[in-house]
């Protein structure tokens, strides 16, 4: 059975930064893409970033260049270094695991940007 | 990267059809076949529902039914039920990047 879940999240002021942890089981970590997605507060879907299987990594471009995705392999986990988070950042950050699609979910984890 | 275009609302009776649109551009929608589609009930984790257009993971029941033409995809709940009250997305894949819908809030009558 496929697992992910998700930590890392809490309150920081803006400008600070935050690192989240996925931790996944179930399937070949190593081969496989991972995803982070972001919903604000009664907000829809957005995606974040991706991490493929040569630790190929993309960015939405409102992330670009503040947030960084990396992976573990020996952990089966990724994780994903926010900096200079601002207040729009704030959502519940969900790690989603596929390329083309997202076929597996955690729950999430809240990060609120807040002074 | 803009995202895909959904109506915010639907709605129908238990039993009847109701469909779902997501418009998009030559540069997701209509350049491959990675549609996919998530159902999230309030306060919990999205759901794959639908992939690659129109296919079904194990165990989302064949009443979920989900198409392409052109620029705009179409997620159909066929027999409406009450448990299928839920927010609906559609996704795609827009190489290298990915995107969302806005969402659409479906309501059992």
Request: glycine share 12%.
């Amino acid at each position: 059975e496929v697992q992910v879940l998700e930590s890392g999240g809490g309150l920081v002021q803006p400008g600070g930064s935050l690192r989240l942890s996925c931790e996944t089981s179930g399937f070949t970590f190593s081969s496989s893409a991972l995803n982070w997605v972001r919903q604000a507060p009664g907000k829809g879907l957005e995606w974040v970033s991706t991490i493929g299987d040569r630790d190929n990594t993309y960015y939405a471009e409102p992330v670009r260049g503040r947030f960084t995705m990396s992976r573990d392999l020996s952990k089966s986990t990724v994780f994903l270094q926010m900096n200079s988070l601002r207040a729009d950042d704030t959502a519940v950050y969900y790690c989603a695991k596929g390329w083309f699609w997202a076929d597996s979910w955690g729950q999430g984890t809240l990060v609120t940007v807040s002074s | 990267q803009s995202a895909l275009t959904q109506p915010p609302s639907a709605s129908g009776s238990p039993g009847q059809s109701v469909t779902i649109s997501c418009t998009g551009t030559s540069s997701d929608i209509s350049g491959h076949n990675y549609v996919s589609w998530y159902q999230q009930h309030p306060g919990k984790a999205p759901k794959l529902i639908i992939y690659e257009v129109s296919k079904r993971p194990s165990g989302v029941p064949d009443r979920f039914s989900g198409s392409k033409s052109g620029n705009t995809a179409s997620l159909t709940v066929s027999g409406l039920q009450a448990d299928d009250e839920a927010d609906y997305y559609c996704g795609s894949y827009a190489p290298p990047h990915r995107v969302f819908g806005g969402g659409t809030k479906l309501t059992v009558l």
